[in-house]
Nanobody, 127 residues
Framework: QVQLEESGGGSVQAGGSLRLSCTAS????????MAWFRQAPGKSREGVAA????????YYADSVKGRFTLSQDYAKNTLYLQMSSLKPEDTAMYYC????????????????????WGAGTQVTVSS
């Protein structure tokens, strides 16, 4: 059983930065992916970025490429999402997720591939 806890959300003006953290408790095996999803009011939950739980390539949605960066602290079992050049359209509840590889990769950012979810942290970007 994996438990995930997010932190670091808040309110920021457009162009600003925030760093989200997701700390996992429980076993994360090499076959696991960790990811960030987000859900804006009235919209479906969408994948933002993903990484292999034990390191390797990272993957980003087109909407955040070049602005968001994943990093990991393996000793702390923590995944970070550094968000820069934030836009009002980035406003959403951000969720950390963990799940097994889908078709051998973390690249797909598919909702159904993720079994474990955090409670979410709110990010609000004002114009």
């Amino acid at each position: 059983q994996v438990q995930l806890e997010e932190s670091g959300g808040g309110s920021v003006q457009a162009g600003g930065s925030l760093r989200l953290s997701c700390t996992a408790s429980g076993p994360l095996y090499s076959r696991y992916c960790m990811a960030w999803f987000r859900q804006a009011p009235g919209k479906s939950r969408e994948g933002v970025a993903a990484a292999y739980a034990t390191g390797g390539s990272t993957y980003y949605a087109d909407s955040v490429k070049g602005r968001f960066t994943l990093s990991q602290d393996y000793a702390k079992n923590t995944l970070y999402l550094q968000m820069s050049s934030l836009k009002p359209e980035d406003t959403a509840m951000y969720y950390c997720a963990a799940g097994e590889l889908y078709s051998g990769s973390c690249a797909y950012l598919l909702l159904r591939a993720y079994k474990y979810w955090g409670a979410g942290t709110q990010v609000t970007v004002s114009s």
